[in-house]
Protein backbone atom coordinates (compact mmCIF):
# COMPACT_ATOMS: atom_id res chain seq x y z
CA UNK A 1 0.00 0.00 0.00
CA UNK A 2 1.22 2.92 -1.04
CA UNK A 3 -0.71 5.37 1.18
CA UNK A 4 -0.79 4.69 5.13
CA UNK A 5 -3.67 1.90 5.32
CA UNK A 6 -7.06 3.40 7.46
CA UNK A 7 -7.71 1.90 10.83
CA UNK A 8 -11.37 3.10 12.41
CA UNK A 9 -11.91 2.75 16.39
CA UNK A 10 -14.46 2.83 17.51
CA UNK A 11 -14.76 3.77 21.37
CA UNK A 12 -16.85 5.98 23.47
CA UNK A 13 -13.86 6.71 25.96
CA UNK A 14 -11.79 9.37 24.63
CA UNK A 15 -8.85 8.26 26.85
CA UNK A 16 -9.00 4.99 24.96
CA UNK A 17 -9.15 6.28 21.62
CA UNK A 18 -6.39 8.70 22.29
CA UNK A 19 -4.17 6.04 23.91
CA UNK A 20 -5.22 3.94 20.53
CA UNK A 21 -4.58 6.39 18.27
CA UNK A 22 -0.83 7.65 19.86
CA UNK A 23 -0.03 3.90 19.44
CA UNK A 24 -1.33 3.43 16.44
CA UNK A 25 -0.83 6.86 14.08
CA UNK A 26 3.12 6.08 13.36
CA UNK A 27 2.13 2.87 11.24
CA UNK A 28 -1.62 3.95 10.44
CA UNK A 29 -4.01 6.78 9.30
CA UNK A 30 -6.10 6.24 12.36
CA UNK A 31 -9.91 7.56 12.62
CA UNK A 32 -12.07 7.82 15.30
CA UNK A 33 -16.03 7.44 16.56
CA UNK A 34 -17.65 7.60 19.92
CA UNK A 35 -20.94 5.89 18.71
CA UNK A 36 -22.28 3.44 16.06
CA UNK A 37 -23.97 6.93 14.15
CA UNK A 38 -20.40 8.58 13.58
CA UNK A 39 -18.65 4.78 12.94
CA UNK A 40 -21.49 4.29 10.31
CA UNK A 41 -20.43 8.02 8.88
CA UNK A 42 -16.91 7.35 8.48
CA UNK A 43 -17.95 4.32 7.02
CA UNK A 44 -20.00 5.66 3.77
CA UNK A 45 -17.06 7.91 3.19
CA UNK A 46 -13.74 6.30 4.02
CA UNK A 47 -12.36 3.25 2.17
CA UNK A 48 -11.60 1.76 5.54
CA UNK A 49 -9.42 -1.46 5.79
CA UNK A 50 -10.14 -2.56 9.57
CA UNK A 51 -12.08 -1.44 12.13
CA UNK A 52 -11.31 -1.86 15.80
CA UNK A 53 -14.12 -1.59 18.04
CA UNK A 54 -14.42 -1.77 22.05
CA UNK A 55 -17.12 -4.32 22.90
CA UNK A 56 -19.00 -2.35 25.61
CA UNK A 57 -20.51 0.36 23.32
CA UNK A 58 -23.78 3.04 24.39
CA UNK A 59 -26.98 0.95 23.91
CA UNK A 60 -25.39 -1.67 21.65
CA UNK A 61 -22.67 -4.42 22.10
CA UNK A 62 -19.82 -4.07 19.28
CA UNK A 63 -19.91 -7.31 18.39
CA UNK A 64 -23.58 -6.83 17.32
CA UNK A 65 -22.73 -3.69 15.90
CA UNK A 66 -20.04 -5.57 13.22
CA UNK A 67 -22.78 -7.89 12.19
CA UNK A 68 -24.75 -4.65 10.62
CA UNK A 69 -21.27 -3.74 9.68
CA UNK A 70 -20.30 -7.15 7.94
CA UNK A 71 -23.69 -6.70 5.74
CA UNK A 72 -23.37 -3.20 4.77
CA UNK A 73 -19.39 -2.78 4.74
CA UNK A 74 -17.95 -6.41 4.19
CA UNK A 75 -14.47 -5.37 3.41
CA UNK A 76 -12.93 -3.76 6.50
CA UNK A 77 -11.43 -6.71 8.65
CA UNK A 78 -13.22 -6.56 11.78
CA UNK A 79 -11.82 -7.12 15.48
CA UNK A 80 -12.93 -6.34 18.77
CA UNK A 81 -11.47 -4.97 22.30
CA UNK A 82 -12.46 -5.76 25.17
CA UNK A 83 -11.39 -6.17 29.38
CA UNK A 84 -13.54 -9.36 29.55
CA UNK A 85 -13.21 -12.87 28.36
CA UNK A 86 -15.33 -13.73 26.05
CA UNK A 87 -18.18 -15.66 26.74
CA UNK A 88 -20.08 -19.10 24.79
CA UNK A 89 -22.78 -15.79 23.54
CA UNK A 90 -20.14 -13.46 22.37
CA UNK A 91 -18.21 -16.61 20.88
CA UNK A 92 -21.41 -17.22 18.54
CA UNK A 93 -21.53 -13.47 17.52
CA UNK A 94 -17.84 -13.09 16.55
CA UNK A 95 -18.35 -16.14 14.14
CA UNK A 96 -21.68 -14.56 12.96
CA UNK A 97 -19.95 -11.09 12.68
CA UNK A 98 -17.04 -12.74 10.86
CA UNK A 99 -14.64 -10.98 13.55
CA UNK A 100 -10.96 -11.53 12.65
CA UNK A 101 -9.88 -10.98 16.12
CA UNK A 102 -11.25 -10.68 20.13
CA UNK A 103 -8.51 -8.77 21.92
CA UNK A 104 -8.56 -8.37 25.36
CA UNK A 105 -7.36 -5.72 27.50
CA UNK A 106 -4.66 -4.62 28.67
CA UNK A 107 -2.91 -5.32 25.03
CA UNK A 108 0.57 -4.25 24.32
CA UNK A 109 1.22 -1.88 21.84
CA UNK A 110 3.80 -4.62 19.56
CA UNK A 111 1.36 -7.19 19.74
CA UNK A 112 -1.19 -4.57 18.76
CA UNK A 113 0.42 -3.39 15.73
CA UNK A 114 1.67 -6.79 14.53
CA UNK A 115 -2.09 -8.30 15.13
CA UNK A 116 -3.76 -5.51 12.73
CA UNK A 117 -0.78 -5.92 10.37
CA UNK A 118 -1.54 -9.36 10.18
CA UNK A 119 -5.40 -8.35 9.74
CA UNK A 120 -4.25 -5.85 6.75
CA UNK A 121 -2.78 -9.05 4.79
CA UNK A 122 -5.98 -10.37 5.12
CA UNK A 123 -7.11 -7.94 3.38
CA UNK A 124 -5.64 -7.14 0.74
CA UNK A 125 -5.83 -10.74 -0.05
CA UNK A 126 -9.52 -10.26 -0.05
CA UNK A 127 -9.55 -7.30 -2.25
CA UNK A 128 -6.99 -9.16 -4.42
CA UNK A 129 -9.63 -11.92 -4.76
CA UNK A 130 -12.43 -9.92 -5.64
CA UNK A 131 -11.08 -8.27 -7.97
CA UNK A 132 -9.94 -11.78 -10.08
CA UNK A 133 -13.56 -12.59 -9.36
CA UNK A 134 -15.15 -9.74 -10.95
CA UNK A 135 -12.50 -9.10 -13.71
CA UNK A 136 -13.74 -6.64 -15.80
CA UNK A 137 -15.80 -4.78 -13.24
CA UNK A 138 -15.40 -0.72 -13.64
CA UNK A 139 -16.24 -0.05 -10.03
CA UNK A 140 -17.14 -1.80 -7.02
CA UNK A 141 -19.96 0.28 -5.25
CA UNK A 142 -17.41 -0.01 -1.72
CA UNK A 143 -14.43 1.27 -3.67
CA UNK A 144 -16.42 4.87 -4.56
CA UNK A 145 -15.23 6.16 -1.56
CA UNK A 146 -11.71 6.29 -2.48
CA UNK A 147 -11.90 8.47 -5.73
CA UNK A 148 -13.93 11.10 -3.50
CA UNK A 149 -14.20 11.61 0.12
CA UNK A 150 -17.55 13.42 -0.22
CA UNK A 151 -21.05 12.64 -2.51
CA UNK A 152 -20.49 16.42 -3.61
CA UNK A 153 -17.13 15.64 -5.16
CA UNK A 154 -18.65 12.41 -6.93
CA UNK A 155 -21.27 14.82 -8.19
CA UNK A 156 -19.21 17.35 -9.53
CA UNK A 157 -16.99 14.72 -11.06
CA UNK A 158 -19.56 13.06 -13.07
CA UNK A 159 -21.92 16.14 -14.12
CA UNK A 160 -24.05 16.46 -17.13
CA UNK A 161 -21.83 19.52 -18.12
CA UNK A 162 -18.65 17.15 -17.92
CA UNK A 163 -19.32 14.69 -21.44
CA UNK A 164 -17.93 16.80 -23.84
CA UNK A 165 -19.23 17.27 -26.80
CA UNK A 166 -19.46 20.23 -29.68
CA UNK A 167 -22.42 23.10 -29.75
CA UNK A 168 -24.34 21.39 -32.69
CA UNK A 169 -23.29 18.02 -31.52
CA UNK A 170 -26.90 15.33 -31.30
CA UNK A 171 -25.20 14.21 -28.26
CA UNK A 172 -26.43 17.15 -27.01
CA UNK A 173 -29.97 16.27 -27.15
CA UNK A 174 -29.37 12.79 -25.43
CA UNK A 175 -27.55 14.72 -22.74
CA UNK A 176 -30.74 16.86 -22.01
CA UNK A 177 -33.25 13.76 -22.34
CA UNK A 178 -30.67 12.05 -19.55
CA UNK A 179 -30.53 14.96 -17.22
CA UNK A 180 -34.86 15.04 -17.35
CA UNK A 181 -35.10 11.07 -16.96
CA UNK A 182 -32.19 10.93 -13.56
CA UNK A 183 -34.60 12.44 -11.27
CA UNK A 184 -37.32 9.84 -11.71
CA UNK A 185 -36.86 6.49 -10.61
CA UNK A 186 -37.63 4.28 -13.66
CA UNK A 187 -34.99 1.81 -15.66
CA UNK A 188 -32.77 3.47 -18.00
CA UNK A 189 -31.28 1.46 -21.13
CA UNK A 190 -28.55 3.06 -22.94
CA UNK A 191 -27.75 1.80 -25.86
CA UNK A 192 -24.67 2.47 -28.25
CA UNK A 193 -21.04 1.07 -29.98
CA UNK A 194 -18.52 0.01 -27.80
CA UNK A 195 -16.49 2.57 -26.28
CA UNK A 196 -19.37 5.71 -26.64
CA UNK A 197 -19.15 6.18 -23.32
CA UNK A 198 -22.72 4.41 -22.03
CA UNK A 199 -20.98 3.95 -18.34
CA UNK A 200 -20.05 7.73 -18.10
CA UNK A 201 -23.78 8.40 -18.87
CA UNK A 202 -24.76 5.87 -16.61
CA UNK A 203 -22.69 7.80 -13.79
CA UNK A 204 -23.98 10.98 -14.46
CA UNK A 205 -27.48 9.68 -14.21
CA UNK A 206 -27.00 8.34 -10.83
CA UNK A 207 -24.76 11.18 -8.92
CA UNK A 208 -27.18 13.96 -10.37
CA UNK A 209 -31.05 11.64 -9.08
CA UNK A 210 -32.16 11.47 -5.59
CA UNK A 211 -30.06 8.08 -5.53
CA UNK A 212 -26.82 9.87 -6.07
CA UNK A 213 -25.51 9.92 -1.82
CA UNK A 214 -26.03 5.86 -2.35
CA UNK A 215 -23.94 3.16 -4.31
CA UNK A 216 -23.43 3.25 -8.17
CA UNK A 217 -22.20 -0.63 -8.71
CA UNK A 218 -21.07 -1.86 -12.30
CA UNK A 219 -21.44 -5.36 -13.13
CA UNK A 220 -20.07 -6.48 -16.62
CA UNK A 221 -22.75 -9.38 -17.58
CA UNK A 222 -20.66 -10.68 -21.21
CA UNK A 223 -17.88 -11.29 -18.74
CA UNK A 224 -19.13 -14.11 -16.45
CA UNK A 225 -20.73 -17.52 -16.94
CA UNK A 226 -24.48 -17.47 -15.58
CA UNK A 227 -23.58 -19.12 -12.19
CA UNK A 228 -20.88 -16.46 -11.31
CA UNK A 229 -22.62 -13.92 -12.97
CA UNK A 230 -26.16 -14.83 -10.44
CA UNK A 231 -23.75 -14.69 -7.08
CA UNK A 232 -21.98 -11.60 -8.43
CA UNK A 233 -25.28 -9.81 -8.56
CA UNK A 234 -27.64 -12.36 -6.12
CA UNK A 235 -25.77 -13.45 -3.44
CA UNK A 236 -24.86 -16.95 -2.47
CA UNK A 237 -24.58 -19.03 0.44
CA UNK A 238 -21.36 -20.84 1.50
CA UNK A 239 -21.21 -24.73 -0.45
CA UNK A 240 -23.94 -23.49 -2.91
CA UNK A 241 -21.92 -24.25 -5.91
CA UNK A 242 -18.25 -25.29 -6.28
CA UNK A 243 -15.65 -22.78 -5.12
CA UNK A 244 -18.33 -20.63 -2.73
CA UNK A 245 -16.73 -20.78 0.40
CA UNK A 246 -18.70 -18.62 2.30
CA UNK A 247 -21.47 -16.48 2.25
CA UNK A 248 -21.46 -13.75 -0.53
CA UNK A 249 -23.36 -10.45 -0.72
CA UNK A 250 -24.78 -9.60 -4.03
CA UNK A 251 -24.11 -6.28 -5.90
CA UNK A 252 -28.23 -5.50 -5.76
CA UNK A 253 -27.94 -5.69 -1.91
CA UNK A 254 -24.79 -3.32 -1.91
CA UNK A 255 -26.11 -1.05 -4.08
CA UNK A 256 -29.15 -0.80 -1.85
CA UNK A 257 -30.69 2.25 -2.36
CA UNK A 258 -28.56 3.23 -4.94
CA UNK A 259 -28.34 2.03 -8.62
CA UNK A 260 -26.62 -0.79 -10.34
CA UNK A 261 -25.69 -0.84 -14.08
CA UNK A 262 -25.81 -3.54 -15.78
CA UNK A 263 -23.45 -3.33 -18.79
CA UNK A 264 -23.41 -6.37 -21.87
CA UNK A 265 -27.10 -6.97 -21.02
CA UNK A 266 -27.31 -8.12 -24.35
CA UNK A 267 -25.20 -10.89 -23.78
CA UNK A 268 -26.80 -12.66 -21.49
CA UNK A 269 -28.26 -16.29 -21.63
CA UNK A 270 -32.09 -16.66 -21.92
CA UNK A 271 -31.63 -18.68 -18.11
CA UNK A 272 -30.53 -15.77 -16.77
CA UNK A 273 -32.59 -13.38 -18.33
CA UNK A 274 -35.84 -15.31 -16.80
CA UNK A 275 -34.13 -14.76 -12.83
CA UNK A 276 -33.31 -11.01 -13.50
CA UNK A 277 -36.99 -10.32 -14.86
CA UNK A 278 -38.02 -11.98 -11.29
CA UNK A 279 -35.63 -9.36 -9.52
CA UNK A 280 -37.20 -6.25 -11.62
CA UNK A 281 -40.89 -7.50 -11.29
CA UNK A 282 -40.93 -8.41 -7.68
CA UNK A 283 -38.20 -6.19 -6.43
CA UNK A 284 -36.32 -8.78 -4.04
CA UNK A 285 -33.88 -11.58 -5.12
CA UNK A 286 -32.78 -14.66 -3.74
CA UNK A 287 -29.30 -15.85 -3.22
CA UNK A 288 -27.60 -18.95 -4.44
CA UNK A 289 -28.42 -21.84 -2.07
CA UNK A 290 -30.65 -19.66 0.33
CA UNK A 291 -34.44 -20.28 0.79
CA UNK A 292 -35.54 -17.10 1.71
CA UNK A 293 -35.85 -13.82 -0.42
CA UNK A 294 -34.69 -10.40 0.07
CA UNK A 295 -36.45 -7.00 -0.54
CA UNK A 296 -33.75 -4.68 -2.20
CA UNK A 297 -34.39 -0.90 -3.24
CA UNK A 298 -32.27 -0.88 -6.23
CA UNK A 299 -32.31 1.71 -9.61
CA UNK A 300 -30.65 -0.38 -12.89
CA UNK A 301 -29.71 1.36 -15.66
CA UNK A 302 -28.86 -0.95 -18.34
CA UNK A 303 -26.57 -0.77 -21.32
CA UNK A 304 -25.50 -2.82 -24.71
CA UNK A 305 -24.09 -2.64 -28.28
CA UNK A 306 -26.50 -4.90 -29.67
CA UNK A 307 -29.67 -3.53 -31.00
CA UNK A 308 -32.06 -5.35 -28.48
CA UNK A 309 -35.26 -4.72 -30.42
CA UNK A 310 -33.64 -7.06 -33.55
CA UNK A 311 -32.94 -9.67 -30.24
CA UNK A 312 -35.87 -9.84 -29.40
CA UNK A 313 -37.37 -10.69 -33.22
CA UNK A 314 -35.04 -13.32 -33.05
CA UNK A 315 -35.91 -14.27 -29.95
CA UNK A 316 -32.70 -13.97 -28.23
CA UNK A 317 -33.84 -11.73 -25.65
CA UNK A 318 -37.04 -11.98 -23.14
CA UNK A 319 -40.03 -9.22 -24.86
CA UNK A 320 -40.56 -8.72 -21.18
CA UNK A 321 -37.31 -7.91 -20.26
CA UNK A 322 -36.88 -5.70 -22.80
CA UNK A 323 -39.78 -3.48 -21.56
CA UNK A 324 -38.58 -3.70 -17.91
CA UNK A 325 -35.31 -2.49 -18.89
CA UNK A 326 -36.17 0.31 -21.71
CA UNK A 327 -38.99 2.01 -19.80
CA UNK A 328 -36.38 4.99 -20.87
CA UNK A 329 -33.73 4.04 -23.75
CA UNK A 330 -31.19 6.59 -25.08
CA UNK A 331 -28.93 5.83 -28.25
CA UNK A 332 -25.24 7.41 -27.99
CA UNK A 333 -24.50 8.32 -31.65
CA UNK A 334 -21.12 6.71 -32.49
CA UNK A 335 -18.41 9.30 -33.02
CA UNK A 336 -18.23 9.16 -36.74
CA UNK A 337 -21.78 9.87 -36.61
CA UNK A 338 -20.79 13.12 -35.06
CA UNK A 339 -17.93 14.26 -36.09
CA UNK A 340 -18.14 18.07 -34.82
CA UNK A 341 -17.24 16.47 -31.48
CA UNK A 342 -13.48 15.05 -32.16
CA UNK A 343 -11.34 18.11 -32.21
CA UNK A 344 -13.04 19.33 -28.88
CA UNK A 345 -13.40 15.84 -27.92
CA UNK A 346 -9.20 14.80 -28.66
CA UNK A 347 -8.24 18.63 -26.90
CA UNK A 348 -10.06 17.69 -23.89
CA UNK A 349 -8.22 13.84 -23.76
CA UNK A 350 -4.68 15.46 -24.53
CA UNK A 351 -5.65 17.58 -21.59
CA UNK A 352 -5.95 14.87 -19.31
CA UNK A 353 -3.24 12.24 -20.76
CA UNK A 354 -0.73 15.25 -20.52
CA UNK A 355 -1.33 15.66 -16.88
CA UNK A 356 -1.47 12.35 -16.00
CA UNK A 357 1.78 11.48 -17.73
CA UNK A 358 3.39 15.04 -16.73
CA UNK A 359 4.52 16.14 -20.10
CA UNK A 360 4.40 19.53 -21.24
CA UNK A 361 2.69 18.91 -24.81
CA UNK A 362 1.13 22.18 -26.11
CA UNK A 363 -1.54 20.51 -29.02
CA UNK A 364 -1.66 18.96 -32.80
CA UNK A 365 0.22 19.80 -35.71
CA UNK A 366 -2.03 20.75 -37.80
CA UNK A 367 -1.95 17.38 -39.85
CA UNK A 368 -2.09 15.31 -37.26
CA UNK A 369 -5.27 17.69 -36.32
CA UNK A 370 -6.53 16.34 -39.85
CA UNK A 371 -5.74 13.09 -39.86
CA UNK A 372 -7.56 12.85 -36.41
CA UNK A 373 -10.75 14.63 -37.86
CA UNK A 374 -10.30 12.50 -41.28
CA UNK A 375 -10.45 9.22 -39.43
CA UNK A 376 -13.71 7.47 -38.84
CA UNK A 377 -12.75 5.87 -35.12
CA UNK A 378 -14.17 2.77 -35.24
CA UNK A 379 -14.01 2.47 -31.78
CA UNK A 380 -14.92 5.97 -30.62
CA UNK A 381 -13.56 7.41 -27.74
CA UNK A 382 -11.88 4.77 -25.99
CA UNK A 383 -9.81 4.59 -29.71
CA UNK A 384 -8.76 7.75 -29.54
CA UNK A 385 -7.95 8.00 -25.95
CA UNK A 386 -5.59 5.20 -26.63
CA UNK A 387 -4.09 6.82 -29.72
CA UNK A 388 -3.66 10.23 -27.84
CA UNK A 389 -1.60 8.42 -25.07
CA UNK A 390 0.44 6.49 -27.45
CA UNK A 391 0.83 10.28 -29.25
CA UNK A 392 1.69 11.54 -25.85
CA UNK A 393 3.69 8.84 -24.27
CA UNK A 394 6.11 9.13 -27.72
CA UNK A 395 6.23 12.42 -28.27
CA UNK A 396 9.92 13.89 -27.29
CA UNK A 397 8.64 17.85 -28.48
CA UNK A 398 5.61 20.02 -27.06
CA UNK A 399 3.55 19.50 -30.25
CA UNK A 400 2.79 16.02 -31.22
CA UNK A 401 2.97 15.72 -34.80
CA UNK A 402 1.71 13.61 -38.11
CA UNK A 403 4.97 11.35 -37.39
CA UNK A 404 3.25 9.97 -34.20
CA UNK A 405 0.28 8.80 -35.22
CA UNK A 406 -0.09 5.02 -35.70
CA UNK A 407 -0.16 3.30 -39.08
CA UNK A 408 -3.72 2.49 -39.02
CA UNK A 409 -4.83 6.22 -38.41
CA UNK A 410 -2.99 7.58 -41.57
CA UNK A 411 -3.65 4.77 -43.62
CA UNK A 412 -7.56 4.84 -42.95
CA UNK A 413 -8.41 8.46 -42.70
CA UNK A 414 -6.77 8.90 -46.26
CA UNK A 415 -9.04 7.08 -48.47
CA UNK A 416 -7.86 4.72 -51.40
CA UNK A 417 -4.67 4.62 -49.60
CA UNK A 418 -3.46 8.08 -50.69
CA UNK A 419 -1.22 8.87 -48.01
CA UNK A 420 -0.63 12.39 -46.73
CA UNK A 421 2.61 13.25 -49.32
CA UNK A 422 2.12 16.97 -49.00
CA UNK A 423 2.19 16.50 -45.27
CA UNK A 424 5.63 15.45 -45.02
CA UNK A 425 4.59 12.20 -43.51
CA UNK A 426 5.10 9.63 -45.94
CA UNK A 427 6.70 10.32 -48.85
CA UNK A 428 8.05 7.23 -50.86
CA UNK A 429 6.78 4.68 -53.00
CA UNK A 430 7.23 2.08 -50.30
CA UNK A 431 5.14 4.81 -47.71
CA UNK A 432 1.88 4.58 -50.22
CA UNK A 433 2.22 1.12 -50.84
CA UNK A 434 2.51 0.48 -46.77
CA UNK A 435 -0.41 2.48 -46.37
CA UNK A 436 -2.73 0.73 -49.05
CA UNK A 437 -1.70 -2.18 -47.24
CA UNK A 438 -2.72 -1.40 -44.24
CA UNK A 439 -6.46 0.38 -45.65
CA UNK A 440 -6.86 -3.27 -47.13
CA UNK A 441 -6.07 -4.93 -44.24
CA UNK A 442 -7.94 -2.85 -41.77
CA UNK A 443 -11.39 -3.24 -44.49
CA UNK A 444 -10.70 -7.12 -44.61
CA UNK A 445 -10.76 -7.34 -40.96
CA UNK A 446 -13.81 -5.45 -40.62
CA UNK A 447 -15.92 -7.47 -43.34
CA UNK A 448 -14.87 -11.00 -41.53
CA UNK A 449 -15.00 -9.26 -38.14
CA UNK A 450 -11.60 -9.91 -37.24
CA UNK A 451 -11.38 -13.71 -37.79
CA UNK A 452 -7.83 -14.22 -39.06
CA UNK A 453 -8.13 -17.47 -40.67
CA UNK A 454 -10.63 -15.69 -43.41
CA UNK A 455 -8.25 -12.68 -43.42
CA UNK A 456 -5.24 -14.61 -44.32
CA UNK A 457 -7.12 -16.79 -46.95
CA UNK A 458 -8.51 -13.86 -48.65
CA UNK A 459 -5.44 -11.74 -48.60
CA UNK A 460 -3.38 -15.14 -49.67
CA UNK A 461 -1.59 -14.71 -46.64
CA UNK A 462 -0.80 -17.19 -43.89
CA UNK A 463 -1.65 -16.59 -40.27
CA UNK A 464 1.65 -16.03 -38.67
CA UNK A 465 2.22 -13.68 -41.97
CA UNK A 466 -0.70 -11.92 -41.33
CA UNK A 467 -0.29 -11.62 -37.53
CA UNK A 468 3.57 -9.36 -38.54
CA UNK A 469 1.44 -7.02 -40.61
CA UNK A 470 -1.23 -6.47 -38.24
CA UNK A 471 1.44 -5.49 -35.32
CA UNK A 472 3.91 -3.91 -38.34
CA UNK A 473 1.17 -1.68 -38.91
CA UNK A 474 -0.68 -0.94 -35.52
CA UNK A 475 -3.95 -2.81 -36.59
CA UNK A 476 -4.77 -4.12 -33.06
CA UNK A 477 -8.79 -4.48 -32.26
CA UNK A 478 -9.87 -1.60 -30.13
CA UNK A 479 -13.72 -2.48 -29.75
Not at 357 to 364: P, Q
Amino acid sequence: MTALPIILVIDDEKQSQESLRRVLSDEFRVLTASNGDEAEAVLSNELVHAILCDQRMPGIQGVDFLKGVRDRWPDPVRMIISGYTASEDIIAGINEAGIYQYITKPWEPVELIRTIKDALKLWELQAASAQASLDLKVAPAMLESAVAKKTGTLKRAHHFDRIVHAAKSPLGEIITMASRVAAFDISVLITGESGTGKELLARAIHYNSPRGDKPFVVENCGALPDQLLESELFGCKKGAFTGAYEDRIGLFEQASGGTIFLDEIGETSPAFQVKLLRVLQEGEIRPLGARLTRKVDVRVIAATNRNLEDEVREKHFRRDLFYRLAAFPLHIPSLRDRPMDIPVLAERLLAETRKGFGKAIKGFSDDASAVLRAYDWPGNVREMQNEIQRMVALADGDTLGLDLLSPRLRARACPGGRALADAGGMRTLKDHVEALEAKLLGEALSRHRWNISRVADEMGLSRVGLRAKLQRYGLERTG
